[in-house]
């Protein structure tokens, strides 16, 4: 009987997973929301990134010569305007404008890694302010 059983269970568990897998596509909600995420993880990449310049231009500009933000660290357009576009686009576009945010995320990440860089390199008491701070936040 348990075998039964237990033959029972992983022929439904195939077939239910088998048909969700082949009928299955993501709503434009199970979508967007990722795309959503990662444009809020990107504002606060934004925001560290500004924190970070602000505490080198107070004390010495000179931290950060020679390092230039990516094109996406000025961009700032009208979020909600944004929002509802997402609901418009394709799953195509969608996937695009995933990537894209990605692709952007990876970019503002590389500048913040270079700003510590350049931090840790000529002022490493402004890192450990950054380090207190972050672990006085969490």
Not at 10 to 17: A, N
Not at 87 to 104: A, I
């Amino acid at each position: 009987m348990k075998l039964m059983a237990d033959n029972y269970d992983d022929d439904h568990l195939k077939s239910s997973s088998h048909s969700n897998q082949t009928n299955h596509k993501p709503s434009p909600d199970q979508v967007i929301q990722p795309l959503l995420d990662l444009d809020q993880n990107r504002s606060k990449l934004k925001l560290y990134i500004g924190h970070l310049t602000a505490l080198c231009h107070d004390r010495d500009p000179l931290i950060l010569h020679g390092l230039t933000p990516p094109a996406s660290y000025n961009l700032d357009g009208d979020h909600a305007a944004w929002e509802k576009e997402l609901q418009k686009m394709t799953q195509e576009q969608l996937h695009e404008e995933m990537e894209k945010g990605e692709r952007d995320s990876a970019e503002l990440q590389e500048f913040a890694n270079a700003i510590l860089q350049q931090i840790a390199d000529h002022c490493p008491d402004i890192l450990e302010q950054v380090v207190n701070a972050l672990e006085e936040s969490s």
